[in-house]
């Protein structure tokens, strides 16, 4: 076995210095957060059978402020009770949707089951609505990342992720090609 040639010490010392540490960790955070964004706003929400949406009113303040995220998943109108949060289309077939809390459950003189619902920061209720409008009930919320849903479209998501998981790929042969080339280093004379 030789002694290490003043090029191998200097090498050595740079992967152990500050600048190194901080660069590792400053990585690391950076993926992490990647990987938890794409994870609780595309992965989750699709494996789950459920849909993004972003709260663009204050209607439902303080706990549903406006550029909140929530994700709403299908839920069979029969189990939806009074409390319930639940994502609803304004007239039937049509795309525009209302995030409100349920404030009662009826059913009309038919054996129709409707469902009356209210903003938390709003002082009337909303028109009765039937159960095919409902899309879903609250499943899960996060602040601020409804403004990042909102400005990515459809196809842009579908860019980003594979962009992302590009990038990763990238990050991951990086990591393996520099584990390799310290490795044949530390072997050679």
């Known amino acids: 076995m030789t002694a ?14 500050v600048l190194w540490w901080v660069g590792q960790t400053a990585s690391y955070l950076a993926l992490f957060t990647v990987l938890t964004l794409l994870a609780v706003m595309i992965v989750i929400p699709r494996l ?20 909140h995220l929530i994700v ?8 939806i009770r009074a409390g319930d949060v ?8 049509e795309p525009g949707v209302v995030t409100h809390r349920v ?32 899309r879903g009930s609250l499943w899960y919320s996060l602040p601020l990342l409804g403004y990042v849903n909102s400005a990515i479209t459809g196809q842009q998501r579908s860019w980003l992720t ?15 090609v520099g584990a390799w080339r310290d490795k044949r280093r530390q072997e050679s004379p």
Do not use: H
């Open 162 to 176: 594979w962009l992302a998981i590009g990038g990763l790929l990238t990050y991951s042969v990086v990591m393996i």
């Open 72 to 79: 709403v998943r299908a839920v069979d109108p029969n189990e």
């Open 48 to 67: 789950g059978g459920a849909t993004p949406y972003t709260v663009l009113t204050g209607s439902m303040r303080p706990g549903l402020p406006p550029g």
């Open 86 to 93: 639940v994502t609803y289309q304004v007239k039937s077939g």
């Open 103 to 134: 404030v009662g459950v009826s059913t009309t003189t038919g054996g129709e089951q409707r469902f009356i619902l209210r903003g938390d920061a709003n002082n009337t209720n909303d028109a009765p609505i039937l159960p095919e409008q409902i």
């Open 4 to 17: 290490p040639t003043r090029a191998q010490l200097r090498r050595e010392r740079e992967k152990t210095g």
